[in-house]
């Protein structure tokens, strides 16, 4: 792989049958503080979900710069944007189903045509919520977001990502959103793996199709490639976590190596990840996709993985539309 | 910057200078809101030529005060206010709405140097506010923060929200001033989705509320001076204001929030206020030069 603008960050020593698990909100969390420590101008905002979006942790070592906004999303997306505009760069946390549909406006019309560096902390994201249900599952996050101006949308994979990506937001001079989950996810980066907004890593090689994915699926690609690789199909694994800026050079170059995209992502499949590298293959280099994704329907509840297979975003289903490619990439 | 603390008698006169501005740029712009902007003419005089500490040729001053319109749609008044005190020269109103201007049809940062932030959907600004007075208090600012509101606004919930989160922190160097015109696009505020008792309701927030004639400039004054004195509590002037005031045929109508005057229109309105739409037009195209006398624009 001769991409410039794919790091290749294979990862060693992971145990894909029997990964660590851990929260990616504790990244979030985790990031926070780090980030409390090394800049003075750190705000961290909640709606009254400081232990679920782990925002505690900022909380205790930094008393003086965490506000507490109760029960009130809208509020707090432009009380943010109002500390942004006296110079602080202000991370607020709820869950996404609230920070993206419930402040949807608030982002665009306070937030980004102002273009303040607002830090929006996405918790509950996906269908691996699990027993809350669909009112709680956000799944529509990464299409509102990608689709109003000056926003960057950034879905880290795991624990380390979320930690780093969190880092990450606020060097970054734009307003740009987080997504994170609730549940312990497969730890599959480590905390020397490069993170640069904007920059997709290269999970694994190979150039019979290339799978790209997003937060808790790129460890299902990952399983998914395992198994194709024993049937001696190579697939390119590629953790795409930023889905605006979308790295077209990378996707470009998957298309032209792999002539076959599976996408994965645990989100709605209008306006997703599916659909941002769909709109850059088509223009850049057209080649057979398919989309692993929430088929256009609210979540319920459940236990994780039963919801992941029910809803048909589990490695299995990474194979399936694997197949479906490569029998469209080589028609019989 | 120090404030500018004109007289009475003098803000009557700026307050008359921004009722011909904006007669002016929306007869030129054939397209804007009429009624708020010279409802909200004089306690706006008042904020930008004696009340607030502002830099127009530094808009990052780290020693200003903040103002911030929740009310985005007023821009003709706004627009008005920055040109007279120097933000932008005169000239740059007439093109007010245009594609080749700064000014935008709602306040805009990237167009406008000295908009703080955006605005223009209804409800966000006070929340705006109360963000930038709370960094400003964790900097250890003096620094006061002014929001203007509409009535009709205060049918939006969020202004509620950030009503509760303002009293709760106690933002004593927030004021807000509500334009209560009593008029919205639909007709009377009472009839639409009636708001009364305003006042109340604000105290009931824990609020100091100031309520006063939003165009008798002593009263006016006065409202600023008790909220700037106000502890441990933000301050809210209600500014009662007669919708289009200072133009006969706009004041009380609620036909006039959203629309022009035709040219015809607008030629009576400046005859009502002591000039005409060719003499007034001169006036600000003759101070097309920001270095003439910046933060004050010499009488025509």
């Known amino acids: ?332 | 910057m120090p404030r500018l603390k004109l007289s009475i008698e003098e803000l009557h006169e700026r307050a008359l200078y921004v009722r011909r501005d904006i007669i002016a740029l929306l007869a030129r712009a054939q397209s804007g809101h009429s009624g708020g902007p010279l409802s909200s003419t004089d306690f706006s005089t008042a904020l930008f030529f004696h009340e607030m500490n502002v830099n127009p040729v530094r808009v990052d001053d780290p020693s200003r005060d903040i103002w911030h319109f929740s009310i985005g749609h007023v821009t003709p008044v706004i627009y008005a206010q920055m040109a007279e005190r120097g933000y932008f020269p005169l000239v740059d109103l007439l093109q007010f709405r245009q594609f080749s201007g700064h000014l935008q049809g709602h306040p805009s940062k990237h167009d406008t140097p000295g908009i703080e932030v955006s605005s223009g959907s209804l409800g966000q600004g006070l929340s705006v506010s109360c963000g930038m007075a709370m960094g400003s208090r964790m900097d250890g600012a003096s620094r006061r923060v002014y929001c203007v509101m509409g009535d009709g606004e205060q049918q939006e919930g969020q202004i509620w929200e950030a009503a509760m989160f303002a009293a709760h922190y106690k933002l004593e160097h927030l004021c807000g001033i509500i334009d209560y015109n009593r008029k919205q696009i639909d007709g009377d505020v009472q009839d639409v989705m009636g708001i009364a008792p305003l006042g109340d309701k604000w105290r009931s927030f824990g609020w100091h509320v100031i309520d006063i004639d939003g165009h008798d400039m002593t009263q006016i004054l006065g409202a600023f001076e008790e909220a700037r004195n106000t502890r441990g509590k933000p301050s809210v002037i209600l500014a009662r204001t007669v919708m289009g005031k200072g133009v006969s045929f706009m004041e009380e109508d609620f036909k006039w929030h959203g629309v022009p005057p035709s040219p015809e229109q607008a030629e009576q309105a400046l005859r009502e206020m002591g000039t005409s739409l060719e003499e007034w037009t001169e006036r600000l195209m003759g101070f097309a030069n920001p270095e003439v006398a910046p933060g004050m624009r010499p009488k025509p």
Not at chain 1, 104 to 113: E, G, K, L, P
Not at chain 1, 159 to 184: L, S
Not at chain 1, 223 to 251: C, F, S, W, Y
Not at chain 1, 253 to 269: L, S, Y
């Open chain 1, 1 to 332: 792989m001769s991409g410039s603008s794919v790091t290749a960050a294979v990862p060693v020593g992971i145990d894909l049958a029997k990964p660590e698990m851990k929260r990616t909100r504790e990244g979030f969390g985790h990031g926070l503080v780090d980030l409390g420590e090394r800049r003075k101008d750190v705000v961290v905002l909640v709606g009254d979900l400081t232990g679920s979006t782990n925002v505690n942790y900022f909380q205790q070592k930094f008393p003086e710069r965490f506000i507490e906004v109760g029960i009130a999303e809208q509020n707090m997306m432009c009380v943010a944007a109002g500390l942004a505009a006296v110079g602080k760069v202000p991370f607020l946390a709820t869950y996404g189903a609230f920070a993206s549909c419930r402040s949807a406006d608030q982002i665009r019309v306070t937030v980004a045509y102002t273009d303040l560096p607002v830090k929006i902390g996405g918790a509950h994201g996906g269908i691996s919520v699990g027993p809350d249900g669909a009112t709680h599952q956000a799944m529509e996050e990464i299409s509102i977001i990608r689709s109003i101006p000056n926003m960057k949308m950034i879905v880290p994979c795991d624990y380390w990502e979320t930690r780093k990506a969190t880092v990450a937001m606020a060097d970054d001079p734009n307003p740009n959103y987080i997504r994170f989950g609730r549940e312990p996810v497969p730890v599959v980066t480590g905390p020397e793996t490069p993170f640069t907004i904007g920059k997709a890593n290269l999970l694994r090689e190979g150039h019979d199709l290339a799978i790209i994915a997003c937060g808790v699926m790129v460890y299902e690609a990952l399983v998914a490639a395992q198994e194709l690789e024993a049937r001696g199909i190579h697939a390119r694994v590629l953790n795409m976590h930023t889905i605006k800026p979308l790295d077209k050079d990378a996707i470009q170059r998957a298309a032209k190596d792999c002539g076959a995209i599976v996408t994965a992502e645990e989100h709605q499949i209008h306006g997703g990840l599916g659909g941002a590298v769909a709109e850059t293959v088509v223009q850049l280099h057209p080649v057979p996709m398919e989309l692993v994704a929430v088929q256009d329907r609210f979540g319920r509840s459940g236990k994780q993985d039963e919801l992941m297979a029910a809803f048909g975003i589990k490695a299995p289903d990474i194979v399936r539309a694997a197949d479906r490619v490569l029998a469209r990439k080589h028609p019989r």
